[in-house]
């Protein structure tokens, strides 16, 4: 567990962290029973002009690069971290998100795979400055219209959920649906249950059936999606 603290244009440094990023820290630990005694050591933090910018929540056994115990729930007052750019929460055990979690808008990269997530905020749409969203390997069944708002987006990940249908107006991300960029795809939305009405850009995706593995993403899996 670390917090690396930059200096800005201001010259904040630690004696001034903002307060109210603090708290959603603090209620982070509170609501998911953490042994942390400082809301500082909560996983890897990244700090610049007082503001959280970063965050590295994601469960670790041993904690180093994380939490050292599964995240169950993520607090309302999530929404008051306004400056966090990067957020990872990877092998918890998150079934829901707070509706706040959406007045992140100026996250640029979200990495939330292997929860037990089922759905999404309606207005997940408002993170129109994500660049980078990795969903893989939950338990999400619908995505909102709102998806469609993301014109900044040009990674989504979407493999090995329980996903039926896709808003048709998902094709208006500029989103490289079958590219790749140093190893990595830039979609994938394979080991759904994606059978009918599938939109264009996804069913001619030569990415439709593909997923990554789960635990290190370095390698490629023929995923099909599960139709009868």
Known sequence: TTATIVE??????????SAIDLIT???????????????INVGNQTWEDGRLKGLVAS?????????????????????????????????????????SFSQLTNLFSLTINNNWLTSLPGDFGNLNNLLFLDLGYNQINSIPESICELDNLQYLYLFNNQLESV???????????????????Y?????????????????NSANFELSLDQFYYSTHLYAPQDCP
Do not use: R
């Open 8 to 17: 800005g244009d201001s010259g904040l440094m630690d004696s001034c962290l």
């Open 25 to 39: 820290l603090d209620d982070i630990i509170t609501g998911n029973s953490l042994d942390y005694s400082d809301p």
């Open 59 to 99: 469960y670790e056994p041993n904690g180093t690069s994380g939490v050292n115990a599964q995240l169950t729930s993520i607090p309302e007052s999530i929404g008051n971290l306004s400056e966090l750019a990067f957020l990872y929460l990877e092998w918890n055990s998150l079934i829901v998100l707070p509706n």
């Open 167 to 185: 808003p048709d107006c998902i094709c208006e991300l500029n989103i490289d649906w079958s590219g790749w960029q140093g190893g990595y795809p």
């Open 187 to 203: 979609f994938g939305i394979g080991a759904n249950q994606l059978c009918d009405d599938v939109p264009d850009c996804i069913e």
